[in-house]
């Protein structure tokens, strides 16, 4: 299983490294050290914590001490994968980027292609005809 080191953890987040140290200091995501004794998140945690993390942005509780933007958000989204549902032929995946959850359909093949799992950093890319704005 993959994991994050604190500062590449909260570049997915959307949170500074601080943050990210702080929410590791008081618990709310599990940590581990490697031999050089860096802090590291395993990927199924963090996958889990964003998901929380993603969920309390949307509800306007906010994730820690970061200002708040207002932006139109371009159309890379960094994030980890948090969800995979496979059929036969196509798949579900699910990407929680900072506070923006994004799922998108693909076949079932380019998901064991690219090894997309839970835990896995994955970046999704929009491209669409079609794009609504809202400001809060």
């Known amino acids: 299983m993959q994991s994050y080191t604190i500062g590449r953890a909260a570049r997915l987040l959307g949170v500074s490294p601080d943050t990210a140290r702080r929410w590791a200091d008081a618990g709310r ?4 050290r490697d031999e050089g004794g860096r802090r590291l998140i395993d990927g199924r945690d ?37 969800a995979v549902k496979l059929g036969d032929v196509a798949a579900q995946v699910e ?22 799992e839970v ?12 794009v609504h704005i809202d400001r809060a």
């Open 46 to 82: 963090l996958a889990a914590f964003a998901v929380e993390v993603g969920q309390g942005a949307a509800a306007g509780a906010g994730g820690g001490d970061e200002e708040v933007s207002y932006t139109s958000a371009r159309n890379a989204f960094p994030g980890i994968v948090t």
């Open 95 to 116: 990407i929680q980027a900072g506070p923006h959850r994004l799922v998108s359909l693909l076949t079932r093949e380019a998901v064991e292609e690219l090894g997309l």
């Open 29 to 32: 995501v599990a940590t581990h």
């Open 119 to 130: 835990g896995v950093e994955a970046t999704a890319r929009v491209k669409s005809t079609s």
